[in-house]
T-cell receptor, first 116, second 114 residues
Framework: AQTVTQSQPEMSVQEAETVTLSCTYD???????LFWYKQPPSRQMILVIRQEAYKQQNATENRFSVNFQKAAKSFSLKISDSQLGDAAMYFCAYRAAQGGSEKLVFGKGTKLTVNP | EPEVTQTPSHQVTQMGQEVILRCVPI?????FYWYRQILGQKVEFLVSFYNNEISEKSEIFDDQFSVERPDGSNFTLKIRSTKLEDSAMYFC????????????FGDGTRLSIL
């Protein structure tokens, strides 16, 4: 079974600085998708960024980028120029690309605090 | 931007009672999901639903649980006889199609069983 591990329960960063959130996963599949979701307090989970495992290029979305290391099964999220609005729980998630399973497998989350 | 909406935001129910959690997925989406998060634990998949039937369910989704799309807009999760361990945040999600399309989540319903 696939598992996703986020080893940092909490992280903090100064406003305008850069922070990296870690995520590792375990799968025997060769093709899959990886996601980072952001959940602000009392709000819905919002997709931040998505990576397709067959693509070698790391995904980027404005200030958010990933470091996808397929061999190491690592998928970290880098937030550049951190803003107060980035404060949230961040969840790493995995989904199979084949085999019919649509379910997301989540990590336990990292709570990010942004200090002014 | 279209959103997934869930009602109620908080539901308090006596143990043994039935509860129905409601979700309105994004209107042109075809795949629907329920997840739950027990306090302090991971978000866990419960069930996926497509073409008016369950396409996948987890071990958690036992006979006490059922899902329904009673009309063209609502997607409900029913727990027949609630237990204390059903207390959790329940998230509904939808996607336009499966596979490479992202799932869009609602705000969640906090279910408290007394």
């Amino acid at each position: 079974a696939q598992t996703v591990t986020q080893s940092q329960p909490e992280m903090s960063v100064q406003e305008a600085e850069t922070v990296t959130l870690s995520c590792t996963y375990d799968t025997s599949e060769s093709d899959y998708y990886l996601f980072w979701y952001k959940q602000p307090p009392s709000r819905q989970m919002i997709l931040v960024i998505r990576q397709e495992a067959y693509k070698q290029q790391n995904a980027t979305e404005n200030r958010f980028s990933v470091n996808f290391q397929k061999a190491a099964k690592s998928f970290s999220l880098k937030i550049s120029d951190s803003q107060l609005g980035d404060a949230a729980m961040y969840f790493c998630a995995y989904r199979a690309a084949q085999g019919g399973s649509e379910k997301l497998v989540f990590g336990k989350g990292t709570k990010l605090t942004v200090n002014p | 931007e279209p959103e997934v909406t869930q009602t109620p935001s908080h539901q308090v129910t006596q143990m043994g009672q039935e509860v129905i959690l409601r979700c309105v997925p994004i209107s042109n989406h075809l795949y629907f999901y329920w997840y739950r998060q027990i306090l302090g634990q991971k978000v866990e998949f419960l069930v996926s639903f497509y073409n008016n039937e369950i396409s996948e369910k987890s071990e958690i989704f036992d006979d006490q649980f059922s899902v329904e799309r009673p009309d063209g807009s609502n997607f409900t999760l029913k727990i027949r006889s609630t237990k204390l361990e059903d207390s959790a945040m329940y998230f509904c999600a939808s996607s336009w199609r499966g596979s490479n399309q992202p799932q869009h989540f609602g705000d969640g319903t906090r279910l408290s069983i007394l």
